[in-house]
């Protein structure tokens, strides 16, 4: 064959694969998130009146894309909700619910029935820190202050939606069910999805696996990081990842666990297979700085393709998809009283702990250490992981002094810092 053949060919069967990222509308990811983390949502707290608007918006997009409920669902005359029931802690410290009022959460449910045998997940939380009470904020005085959560996480609820109405007009897709399903109180604890994984109204048997987006909002053109969490809860994920990896050209930093801290974890203590798309941290977290002009919509519509076709091929797999279990960060996680208030670039692959954010107030502000360093020793222990990062911070006491050795541009910089 011709290399001007060859160069044609390679040219169609690109396009064809960058189909699915065209069939992604980035004009309906804007005005979902623009809507979702407005400030008429007031940060869409589990349980607000707010949230229940949220749950209102999404179930009118799935009624839209002509999705059905699930049996068992609440009878109302949109019936895709799926309440439940829990009580909310005081503080995060708190072991004891016994004296909270019990309140009322909502799932939202729509299920694409292609009478096929087995279904595919595809989830996200829509709650988020409301007015700060919950003491989850970043923000020193949070309270009283709207968290809209623009990235965390109407990003991946939008992506709910916009990839319920792309398989709702993908007709030639047959081979598994899609269940669309986003979650209230993951905040809280991932609640919604632990309520459902337990007393389900869709068989769980019959899930082949679960696509979880939590942060999708805020890829960096100039690095195209796409943190892909789960790889190792099947061995199909890897191939399957790179094989559509070919068309999209992202930086995919994988993390094998099926458990973090997000709704997958609820899935995969099920024996589910399950993936979790994160595009990393950024100062906004958990801060009511968090917004929707911040979002790379361009960039979220791409990540969505990327998932359409991740279905897609899944569906061409010779061989079956067979969960796995996978080293839990729970097993080896060391216990610690100290903390130097970073938020770490989970999305950074080198030698260290890179710097992301600052929180004011705390040892490493105080320290002088700044966004952009690279942690690379704590005391007398290097750090080239953050599992060292944590392990250092388990030898330190509160009000005990050490050096602190960062890596900053082309220098290695020694700080003094107090916890």
């Known amino acids: 064959m011709k290399k001007t053949n060859i160069i044609v060919l390679s040219g169609i069967i690109a396009s064809y694969q960058f189909s699915f990222a065209q069939n992604i509308s980035q004009k309906n990811i804007e005005k979902h998130i623009q809507y979702l983390a407005s400030d008429e949502l007031k940060g869409r707290a589990t349980a607000s ?24 669902s609440d009878t109302n005359e949109s019936n895709c909700y799926y309440s439940f029931k829990f009580k909310k802690k005081k503080n995060p410290h708190d072991t004891s619910t016994s004296d909270m009022p019990e309140l009322n959460g909502i799932n939202v449910i729509g299920y694409l029935d292609n009478k096929a045998e087995k279904t595919i997940v595809i989830g996200a939380h829509y709650d988020h820190l409301g007015l700060g009470y919950d003491h989850n904020s970043l923000e020193p005085s949070p309270e009283g202050k709207i968290h809209n959560g623009a990235d965390d996480n109407a990003s991946g609820t939008a992506g709910v ?177 100290v903390t130097l208030g970073i938020m770490p670039d989970y999305t950074f692959d080198g030698k260290g702990v890179k710097v992301d954010g600052v929180s004011p107030g705390r040892p490493a502000e105080k320290a002088t250490i700044q966004k952009g360093d690279i942690i690379i020793q704590l005391g007398q222990y290097p750090i080239q992981s953050m599992d060292d990062y944590m392990k250092s911070l388990s030898k330190f006491e509160k009000g005990q002094s050490t050096k602190v050795k960062v890596k900053r541009s082309d220098k290695e910089v020694e700080l003094d810092i107090t916890f």
């Open 161 to 337: 939606i916009e990839l319920a109405h792309y398989f709702s007009e993908n007709k030639k897709f047959k081979k598994y069910n899609l269940l669309f399903i986003t979650f209230s109180g993951e905040e809280l604890g991932l609640i919604g999805s632990k309520k459902w994984t337990e007393n389900p109204n869709y068989p769980l048997n019959k899930i082949y696996f679960m696509i979880n987006m939590d942060m999708i909002g805020r890829m960096n053109d100039s690095t195209k990081k796409l943190v892909v969490y789960g790889v190792g809860t099947s061995n199909q994920w890897v191939p399957l990842i790179d094989s559509v990896n070919t068309s999209f050209h992202f930086n995919i930093k994988k993390d094998s666990s099926g458990i973090g801290p997000s709704d997958q974890t609820s899935f995969y203590l099920k024996d589910i297979p399950v993936l979790h798309f994160f595009t990393g941290q950024h100062s906004d977290y958990h801060k009511p700085t968090d917004d929707a002009d911040k979002i790379n919509y361009k960039a979220q519509a791409k990540i969505l393709g990327f998932i359409a076709q991740l279905i897609e091929k899944s569906a061409q797999q010779k061989e079956k998809m067979q969960f796995q279990k996978t080293a839990s960060p729970k097993e080896n996680k060391a216990t610690f009283k």
């Open 49 to 72: 009146p707010e949230e229940a608007k949220a749950a209102e918006y999404i179930c009118t997009q799935f009624i839209k894309y002509q999705l059905n409920p699930l049996p068992n």
